[in-house]
């Protein structure tokens, strides 16, 4: 949950909301506030931490989390699950993460189609009221947002992107024996196949 504050704090200050805004809303200082969200420059070239929360997402895979919760939100749903995230991975065509399966074949909107109908099946309603407006992560969303930090590691990235998301989502479901990605014909390492060879054509692009 702190760390999804943090990602609003980032999305105000996107906006135009100042530090001193920010910090009067949060019940603190404004250098209160700097201090807990600004990030020095020269932290990216650090190692990842998982500690940072989304402090080393990239604005898409940021972006991925900020669109699972409003597909979340949409459906009435009281908790942000796996699907959502698929959903909000969606949301970013052209990424790595969806480029890499399209490039396998998979059609993009299949993959949506399957998820709606998922998350649907699957829907934990608010008990009472409206859906609040800061929404947990479910077991499954969660367990996917940590393993976004061991994929990255594992391929020596100091940054999280569309890719770890989409290897974390996956990682899951060979975890727990399938899932909405697997059931439609994703799997785990023909995908990461294709992202390396994808970061491998872009740094050579960088490079010439």
Same mark, same amino acid.
């Given at each position: 949950?702190?760390?999804?504050?943090?990602? $609003?704090?980032?999305?105000?200050?996107?906006?135009?909301?100042?530090? =001193?805004?920010?910090? %009067?809303?949060?019940?603190?200082?404004?250098?209160?506030?700097?201090? %807990? $969200?600004?990030?020095?420059?020269?932290?990216?070239?650090?190692?990842?931490?998982?500690? *940072?929360?989304?402090?080393? $997402?990239?604005?898409?895979?940021?972006? #991925? #989390?900020?669109?699972?919760? *409003?597909?979340? %939100?949409?459906?009435?749903?009281? @908790?942000?699950?796996?699907?959502?995230?698929?959903?909000?991975?969606?949301? @970013?065509?052209?990424?790595?993460?969806?480029?890499?399966?399209? @490039?396998?074949?998979?059609?993009?909107?299949?993959?949506?189609?399957?998820?709606?109908?998922?998350?649907?099946?699957? !829907?934990?309603?608010?008990?009472?009221?409206?859906?609040?407006?800061?929404?947990?992560?479910?077991?499954?969303? !969660?367990?996917?947002? *940590?393993?976004? $930090?061991?994929?990255?590691?594992?391929?020596?990235?100091?940054?999280?992107? =569309?890719?770890?998301?989409?290897?974390?989502?996956?990682?899951?479901?060979?975890?727990?024996?399938?899932?909405?990605?697997?059931?439609?014909?994703?799997?785990?390492?023909?995908? @990461?196949?294709?992202?390396?060879?994808?970061?491998? %054509?872009?740094?050579?692009?960088?490079?010439?």
């Amino acid at each position: 949950a702190d760390h999804l504050i943090g990602h $609003f704090v980032d999305q105000a200050r996107r906006s135009g909301a100042s530090w =001193t805004d920010i910090g %009067r809303s949060m019940g603190v200082t404004r250098q209160a506030a700097q201090k %807990r $969200f600004v990030r020095k420059p020269d932290d990216v070239s650090a190692p990842l931490d998982p500690n *940072e929360g989304f402090a080393r $997402f990239t604005p898409r895979a940021r972006n #991925v #989390v900020m669109r699972s919760q *409003e597909h979340a %939100r949409s459906s009435g749903c009281a @908790e942000i699950r796996s699907e959502h995230l698929v959903l909000g991975l969606l949301d @970013e065509p052209g990424s790595l993460g969806t480029t890499a399966l399209s @490039e396998q074949g998979i059609a993009l909107d299949a993959v949506r189609s399957a998820a709606i109908r998922s998350a649907t099946e699957a !829907r934990v309603p608010a008990p009472d009221g409206p859906v609040p407006d800061i929404i947990p992560f479910g077991a499954d969303s !969660r367990r996917a947002l *940590e393993l976004t $930090f061991n994929q990255a590691l594992r391929l020596g990235h100091n940054y999280v992107g =569309t890719e770890h998301v989409l290897l974390a989502l996956l990682e899951c479901e060979d975890d727990g024996g399938g899932g909405l990605l697997s059931d439609i014909g994703v799997r785990r390492e023909p995908t @990461e196949d294709h992202i390396v060879a994808a970061l491998a %054509r872009i740094v050579a692009e960088q490079r010439a």
